[in-house]
């Protein structure tokens, strides 16, 4: 009987050690690796003009073309439906 009470005083501080301990919230960078944010005014335009800066990586992506699915936070992906509208701009 006396080793329920001793373990629930050693379990109790480990428990708030736990919870005192939060995960930090990603920051802006962590949410846009890629700066896709750059280019979020474009989305919706036909045929938009586009300036990525060198060394940037990037692809284009059609509506309906295959496309690799490796993640590369890195890299810019510009998605455009078949009429050339702009749809989305994400890092992958």
Known sequence: MKRIPFVAALAAPLALAACASQPEEPTQAD?????????????????????VPEGQAYRI??????????????RLTFMFDRKGTLMSVSCN
């Open 31 to 51: 949410a846009d690796p890629c700066g896709a944010a750059r280019y979020a005014h474009l989305v919706g335009q036909v045929s938009p003009t586009i300036s």
């Open 61 to 74: 992506v059609r509506d309906g073309q295959p496309m690799t699915l490796e993640l590369l936070q890195e």
